[in-house]
């Protein structure tokens, strides 16, 4: 996995909605999860940490980022 920070367009309403992401605050640092869509305030992220029924209100780029799934380039493993 590769963690992203960043994205094309941040202020879509629902950019990051469905992303996996990992979590970069406590008490969940490390830890992946769900992004739900944007928080009631429209300044946050909704975050839901695999294995929990919390819902974290996260800022993103600085409290979660986006994971991305990286397949090794099979080129470097042929014979």
């Known amino acids: 996995m590769i963690l992203y920070i960043g994205t094309s367009d941040p202020e879509s309403k629902d950019a990051l909605a469905g992303k996996r992401v990992l979590i970069l605050v406590e008490p969940y640092a490390g830890q992946e999860g769900i992004c ?7 300044l946050r992220w909704a975050i839901s940490p695999d294995y929990s029924n919390d819902v974290l209100n996260l800022i993103f780029e600085k409290e979660f980022g986006i994971l991305i799934d ?5 080129r470097l493993f042929s014979s």
């Open 70 to 74: 990286s397949l090794p380039d099979k």
């Open 36 to 42: 739900l869509g944007r928080s009631h305030d429209g």
